[in-house]
């Protein structure tokens, strides 16, 4: 074992199963019974959850509300979507239209690979699974591209799509970053990862989850990966994010931040957004930052635009 990969499963290990006090305007929260321990680790499923006092979803809804406004004031149509696991309350506000996923997908390149292990379909390297945490801990589009290619391309998607009922999921046949879904799905897929309800084995969930424990804040092509819930949420536990971004369609930025947190993984968010490329700088009108070939890392209207999905994440939870 090299010395990297020692420090990733001992930080697996350490990771600590404590409430955020994050949103306690919003209502308090209570320890649930876990589907995934909080290590990604020595996963126990079960099969109930406490409900406590949740969040409360009327208070949310309005804070989305407002963040929404907000967003549009900055030239953004977003949606936010929360997942209450323990009571199973849903709250999708905003535009609430599908978008292409950008990097998101790599959680369903991740999930199909492995639950077909499982079933004795595909048998995976070590180099595969290398892969999997590459993309999802940094991101990284060369391993989605060597996984997309081996392991059927767009099927995956679909199968993914199948299994998890995600009805508003498409698969894109030319790239996977342009597979389309929608805030709800999103939710729906990571509460069946956690929950189990996906036919994900431990084992598997537990990849899956630990590498989003693990996100690095910088992604591999050097882009901020911090923007909406890491930078939003910085006081909640157990914080496991998976973000995407790309430009452009229809000369528009699309940013998502996706993930849980809280004891046991108990809120589920996404939030997603489309924000037309605006630069302050007169030099830069009408300049559209392609991402599959500019270093956007430095990139002002991609800043801005980051900066949007973050004022929503603090304005909907405080």
Excluded at 101 to 115: C, E, R
Excluded at 192 to 218: H, M, N
Aim: aromatic share 8%.
């Amino acid at each position: 074992m090299t010395r990297d990969r020692f420090r990733s499963c001992l930080a697996l290990l350490v990771v600590t199963a404590t409430i955020s006090a994050c949103g306690a305007p919003l209502g308090e929260t209570t320890d649930i019974a876990s589907d995934v321990s909080a290590a990604g680790l020595q996963v126990e499923m079960s099969t109930g959850i406490d409900t406590g006092v949740p969040i409360r979803m009327d208070a949310l809804a309005q804070r989305i509300d407002a963040a929404t406004e907000l967003a549009a004031e900055r030239g953004a149509e977003v949606t936010v979507a929360v997942l209450d696991r323990a009571t199973g309350a849903r709250t999708v506000g905003g535009v609430n239209e599908p978008l292409a996923t950008a990097s998101v997908v790599k959680l369903f390149i991740a999930d199909d690979l492995l639950f077909r292990e499982s079933i004795g379909e595909i048998l995976l390297a070590d180099e595969d699974y290398d892969l999997i945490r590459e993309m999802l801990t940094h991101s990284d589009d060369s391993a989605a591209n060597l996984l997309w290619e081996a392991f059927d391309g767009h099927e995956i998607v679909e199968r993914v799509a199948e299994r998890h009922s995600l009805d508003g999921t498409v698969a894109s046949v030319d790239s996977w970053w342009n597979t389309v879904t929608t805030a709800s799905d999103i939710l729906t897929w990571y509460d069946d990862l956690l929950s189990g309800r996906g036919g994900l084995d431990e084992s598997s969930a537990a990849r899956i989850v630990g590498s989003l424990l693990e996100f690095d804040p910088t992604g591999s092509d050097g882009y901020d990966q911090r923007f909406g819930l890491p930078d939003g949420l910085r006081s909640a536990v157990d914080l496991g994010v998976k973000a995407g971004w790309m430009c452009c369609l229809d000369s528009q930025w699309i940013h998502l931040s996706t993930g849980f947190f809280g004891n046991y993984h108990r809120y589920v968010v996404a939030v997603l957004s489309r924000e037309t490329v605006n630069y302050e700088d007169a030099e830069y009108d009408g300049f559209v930052p392609d991402t599959s070939v500019y270093d956007a890392s430095d990139d002002a209207s991609a800043q801005h635009a980051r900066d949007t999905v973050t004022m929503m994440v603090k304005t909907v939870f405080g």
